[in-house]
């Protein structure tokens, strides 16, 4: 393994994106304050070194910023846009879901539509309803999208280089709570992660849990808890919802019998909805167990930062789930 | 109005099991009233289910080579063409419906609808909301031919879990490699092999033989029976016939027609053992044991004591052709209460000692009709050695329902009517 170094989840992302700009003149960043490092981050020090016509400051008005995103595309550039909040990406739902992720196919695939829209989500201890949602399911549900979360900052950066090289839009959801937290980065400019792989953050026999981002580390924690009690569990880090990588799930799952999903996005129709459908489909006669799913609460979020903690997965609430799984 | 009809297996007799081998009709085809709808193989033979009335096969539910109890749902057909949600709904509620089971009552006598009755419900609650068992587990179960019955569940409410399962595979022996390891004997793991399924028709001969000589005690008594004048008899009537364009009559037919009379004159012979009472059937209906290369089948020449040796010997003949090309209907099997057995027509066989064919008491086995050095007296009071034609049948008998003394007395008459074969012309 090549030189590591301790980096913030965000400043990796910086990495990719200054790796990546100083071989591709095609590759520009927009988006609200990352002329001055943008809300996160993400962006510190990027002007200085490209300057403002390749970082650009843009007003607050996502639907313009994803529809100039979708031009750019279109004409060749590879444009990086900052939703800011992901919550705020619904004002740009036409440009995103519609125009990035139908024209290449609208144009059978002979143009590019290499984009990457950062969505930070999630909560932060109090930042609001509107503040802190979890969207990734909506790129889901948008055929022609890819859609990464990545949980540590090595990833961080490992998927952003990879999203600057896709041809098709890819949704780069950036967890809030993870913007600062540190992690051993690979100090080689060209650190790839591939979209669609998934990786066993913690490999076990008793059951399955396939999470990704906020929800990593509060897995891992419950299988060291658990581990005590002598079930053993397997943690997946999805890192990409959109491919998923089946193979390695249904793998897991086959051979644990059992499976979970963990996610802080709301539990109706999230995300855990289609992975739960899909083993079922796939891997019936394989199951012990119902799969169950361990979500945000179907509640908008609350202000306070207690209460908000009350509607997202606690560590204690994965640890039940688990021993519901494996015991019940 | 078009509705959405079951197609089930229809009562054939005293059969209970029936493998679907053979649909003659496609999903989505019209078919007539009297078309084969498909063929199945039931314990004693292979029939062609017809239509009993005209309509349209919406759905195939068995699989070819899949075995059914009578009355199970093998299809679903209407006058035409449904809807996809009322097909889906009819499955449902098939799938809702508890299995049917058929009771027989004593008599043996089975089929008609009131004597069906759907006790599955009430049997099958108590198994099913007890415990229930994972899709896992219970595609494990079915992978190795495991009854989940068998093993004690250490999962929540008494689950059968994955491990214990895999713990009853490892604690019986040889099962690797499924079914047929478990049958090939300890010692013999190296010696080549090919493994054959038994037919329902191989798995009834064997059931219902391990059952009579585990049940019945028998014994057999032989007797000599010269078979010149018979011989002679029938060949006069061959060529009568023969002259005419007609078939020849065979020496079986001969015995067949000397054993029904016999019968008439012994019908403790032609009967059915019960505890308290023995049944003496008042008609010959005559079984004839014939090899085909499915299996032995025993069809049976109804009320045998009425016809003349040149009638039995058109039935007998019928009957062999039918078996022979796997004709046989379900009728043809049935309500036998005497079986001839001749080993004696496939090789120089010496002796014909079979076994019973229950309910019947008494069985005739006919060995090869051969010519012997025989002692014979002459007039000036000498032993001379002759050479004679001699049959040397073997009478199986249950020992429950009869003593030697019926047997011996039986056998004399029927030699009887073989050395004097003159009524066989009348």
């Known amino acids: 393994m090549a030189d590591t170094n301790s980096v913030t989840y965000n400043a990796a992302m910086g990495q990719a994106l200054v790796s990546a700009m100083r071989k591709d003149d095609s590759i520009f960043v927009l988006g609200q304050g990352v002329a001055t490092g943008g809300w996160f981050g993400a962006e510190k020090g990027l002007a200085d070194e490209f300057g403002t016509d390749r970082v650009i400051d843009s007003n607050i008005s996502e639907a313009f910023e994803a529809g100039l995103a979708a031009g750019a595309a279109i004409a060749g550039m590879k444009p990086v846009i900052n939703m800011g909040f992901g919550d705020f990406a619904l004002i740009a739902g036409d440009e995103i879901f519609h125009k990035l992720a139908k024209w290449r196919y609208m144009h059978g695939l002979n143009v590019p539509m290499s984009a990457v829209v950062i969505f930070p989500i999630g909560t932060m201890n109090g930042a609001g309803p509107e503040h802190s949602s979890c969207t990734e399911v909506l790129g889901m549900h948008f055929p022609g999208l890819k859609v990464v979360v990545p949980s540590t900052a090595a990833d961080a950066k490992g998927l952003m280089c990879a999203a600057l090289r896709e041809p098709n839009p890819v949704l780069f959801h950036s967890v809030n709570t993870l913007s600062f937290q540190r992690g051993d980065v690979p100090a080689d400019d060209d650190y790839f992660v591939p979209i669609g792989k998934g990786c066993v953050r913690r490999a076990g026999t008793s059951a399955t849990v396939l999470t990704y981002g906020s929800m990593v580390s509060p897995s891992l924690q419950a299988a060291e808890q658990l581990a005590l009690e002598g079930i053993d569990l397997e943690v997946i880090d999805l890192r990409s919802l959109v491919p998923i990588d089946w193979p390695l799930v249904l793998e897991s799952v086959r051979r644990t019998n059992r499976a979970m999903v963990v996610h802080e996005a709301m539990k109706t129709a999230g995300p855990g909805a289609e992975i739960a459908a899909h083993i079922q489909e796939q891997a019936f006669f394989d199951l012990e167990s119902p799969v169950l799913r361990v979500a945000g609460k179907d509640v908008p979020l609350p202000q306070h930062g207690y209460l908000e903690s009350l509607c997202i997965p606690s560590t204690a609430e994965i640890v039940a789930a688990a021993r519901q799984l494996c015991l019940g | ?426």
């Open chain 2, 1 to 426: 109005m078009n509705e959405v009809k079951q197609l089930r297996i229809p009562h054939m007799g005293s059969v209970e099991n029936a493998r679907v081998v053979t649909w003659r009709i496609a999903e989505n085809e019209y078919f007539k009233s009297g078309d084969t709808l498909y063929e199945v193989e039931t314990d004693k033979t292979l029939t062609e289910v017809e239509a009993d009335s005209d309509g349209f096969l919406l759905k195939r539910l068995a699989e070819e080579d899949e075995d059914f109890k009578v009355g199970d749902v093998v299809g679903l057909f209407a006058d035409e063409a449904v809807s996809q949600e009322l097909l889906e709904n009819a499955l449902v509620e098939l799938r809702a419906e508890p299995p049917s089971v058929e009771t027989i009552d004593t008599a043996g006598r089975s089929g008609s609808p009131e004597n069906m009755t759907l006790e599955a419900a009430d049997d099958a609650s108590p198994v099913q909301t007890g415990v229930r068992h994972s899709p896992l587990v219970r595609k494990l179960a079915a992978e190795h031919g495991i009854d989940l019955q068998d093993i004690r569940g250490s999962g929540p409410n008494g689950r059968v879990t994955k491990e214990d399962i895999l713990a009853h595979i490892d604690s019986k022996p040889a099962v690797e490699g499924g079914e047929i390891a478990a049958i090939v004997p300890p010692g013999y793991e190296s010696v080549p092999y090919t493994a054959i399924s038994n037919s329902l028709r191989r798995q009834t001969i064997a059931r219902r033989l391990s059952a009579v000589v585990s049940e019945v005690p028998q014994l057999t008594a032989d007797m000599e029976i010269g078979m010149e004048h018979v011989i002679a008899v029938r060949n006069e009537l061959s060529r009568e016939r023969v002259e005419k364009g007609e078939s020849g009559i065979s020496v079986f037919s001969c015995i067949a027609a000397a054993v029904c009379k016999a019968l008439l004159a012994h019908p403790e012979l032609n009967a059915t053992y019960g505890e308290k009472k023995r049944i003496l059937w008042q008609a010959v209906n005559l079984g004839v044991a014939i090899d085909t290369p499915d299996g032995l089948v025993v069809p049976v020449v109804r009320g045998a004591e009425k016809l003349d040796v040149v009638e039995l010997n058109a039935e007998i003949k019928a009957l062999t052709n039918k078996a022979l090309d796997g004709k046989l209907a379900q009728a043809d099997l049935e309500g036998g209460t005497f079986t001839l057995s001749n080993p004696g027509a496939l090789g120089l066989v010496l002796r014909a000692e079979a076994i019973l064919n229950p309910p019947q008491v008494a069985l005739l086995g006919l060995p090869a009709t051969r010519q012997v050095p025989v002692a014979e007296i002459g007039d000036d009071g000498n032993y001379r050695v002759e050479v004679r034609t001699v049959l040397r049948p073997s009478l199986t008998f249950d020992h429950r329902a009869l003593d030697g003394g019926h047997v011996i007395r039986f056998l004399n008459t029927l030699s009887e009517y073989l050395v004097d074969p003159d009524w066989l012309l009348d």
